[in-house]
């Protein structure tokens, strides 16, 4: 059983018992949270695709930690004219453990 949730704007492919990393999210580590942005549900048999949600249906979440992606290295610079920058970042991001995926 998978189920294609939404959040932070992407969309993830989750079964339960993964661990998925999201866009950083207002939750306490150790906190459980309930995602209702459901867009398709597969069982192995038949598969519900919302429109754009499926209404009633849940995955229900365990939130492991926050913290930052690796560096990304952000260079600009204008030809002939010695402008440059170097800027770097690192996305935040929450760590969430997928415990079930609800149904009506």
Known sequence: MFAIIESGGKQYKVAEGETLRVEL???????????????????????????PYIEGAAVSCKVVEHGKARKVTVFH????????KK???????????????ITE
């Open 25 to 51: 999210l207002k939750a306490e580590p150790e906190s459980n949270i309930k995602i209702d942005k459901v867009l398709a549900v597969f069982d192995g048999e038949d598969m519900q695709v919302g429109t």
């Open 77 to 84: 610079y204008k030809a002939k004219k010695n402008i440059r």
């Open 87 to 101: 800027n770097g970042h690192r996305q935040p991001f929450t760590k969430l453990v997928i415990e079930k995926i």
